[in-house]
């Protein structure tokens, strides 16, 4: 069985702001549920780790929220993205291209290595 993998560090907040701007407003619940099956479940949030990130996302003002009804008529919060959370999403993937790129050019093999 594979193990789960933890969330690095400055990862979650662009999974969630990728996951709304994919899928529009959405629920705490849809979004750990999208983030788990997007990463065919080697990720599994708690909602520890989750809604203070949303809270953070939306004190940033890069989410915005409103109560609505759920689809199982219960009240629950939606999460949106902001025109700054757009921008924060091209800045921080950008970033992580950036870094994969980097750290790729280390793990690449040296001419002899093979």
Excluded: C
């Amino acid at each position: 069985m594979a193990r789960k993998q933890e969330v690095q560090q400055g990862t979650l907040a662009l999974m969630i702001l990728r996951t709304l701007d994919v899928l529009g407003p959405l629920h705490g619940y849809g979004i750990a549920r999208r983030i788990e099956e997007t990463s065919k479940s080697r990720i599994t949030l708690n909602y520890g780790t989750l809604y203070p990130a949303l809270l953070k996302l939306e004190q940033e003002g890069f989410v915005i929220a409103e109560w609505r009804q759920s689809e199982t008529n219960r009240r629950a919060k939606f999460y949106a993205l902001s025109m700054a959370g757009r921008r924060q999403l091209a800045r921080e993937a950008r970033e992580w291209h950036q870094t994969a790129d980097l750290i790729a050019a280390f793990l690449a093999p040296r001419p002899g290595e093979l």
